[in-house]
């Protein structure tokens, strides 16, 4: 049964992220890298871990994070101002969309409703107060989003996002530091778990060193 609700949720969320896929280059922008997939792959496999090293529920953090994004991928069954109001309130549309899959698939009303808050408490990149989220589950999907946004292959994600969007020129050195190192070191402040706090230290560590190889090269220097 948990099996089958987690194959369901990810099915329903991969055909959403398609739609998603599809509009951003029916628009003619890059479809290279999905970010929005990329990222929510990258994000269940971090509430996987996380979720077992904290004794979370695995299959609530697994389905939390499958529909996590889901508020911002376009819908080509409602008009332009639905899907314009989704995009500004993803946490509550996304949370939305989970609660009405898992109520027809007769999940139990009580896991619904951990799935719907951590989804609901995920927006943002701070939070208010340094205690850690409750329920346990929203501060895992909370660090699993957070945490995919530190790190090398977090900036590449976020290279593929900035490619998937009208964007203005911007330097390479700006896009490493500005919206790289400035932004994952405000993030890893607002981490709630011990385990995610020690992956990111980690990834900072390296992704500090390349930065310096990286901006050495960029000046010729190396
Ligand atoms: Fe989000
Ligand atoms: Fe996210």
Redesign the pocket.
């Known amino acids: 049964m948990q099996q089958e609700l987690y194959q369901e949720s990810k099915r329903y969320a991969l055909q959403r992220l398609q739609e998603e896929a599809d509009y951003i280059k029916s628009r003619g922008l890059s479809a290279v890298l999905h970010y929005r997939k990329e990222h929510t792959l990258t994000v269940v496999g971090l509430a996987r871990t996380i979720a077992d090293k904290t004794g979370a529920d695995i299959l609530i953090c697994e389905v939390g994070a499958w529909f996590?994004?889901l508020?911002?991928c376009f819908n080509p069954r409602l008009s332009p101002e639905e899907n314009l109001k989704r995009k500004k309130e993803?946490?509550l549309y996304?949370a939305e969309e989970a609660r009405e899959f898992l109520t027809q698939k007769k999940a139990d009303p009580d896991f619904i409703e951990e799935v719907y808050i951590a989804i609901k408490d995920?927006?943002g990149l701070t939070r208010k107060g340094r205690e850690p989220m409750t329920p346990l589950s929203a501060a895992v999907i909370w660090d699993a989003?957070k945490l995919s946004k530190i790190g090398w292959s977090a900036w590449l994600h976020f290279l593929a996002y900035t490619c998937n969007r009208k964007r203005e020129e911007q330097s390479f050195l700006e896009l490493l530091n500005r919206d790289g190192l400035e932004t994952m070191e405000m993030i890893f402040q607002n981490l709630n778990t011990d385990i995610a706090k020690k992956m990111a230290e980690k990834r900072l560590e390296s992704y500090r060193k390349n930065l310096l190889h990286m901006e050495g090269v960029l000046r010729g220097d190396i």
């Open positions: 996590h994004d508020g911002k993803h946490g996304g995920h927006v989003d």
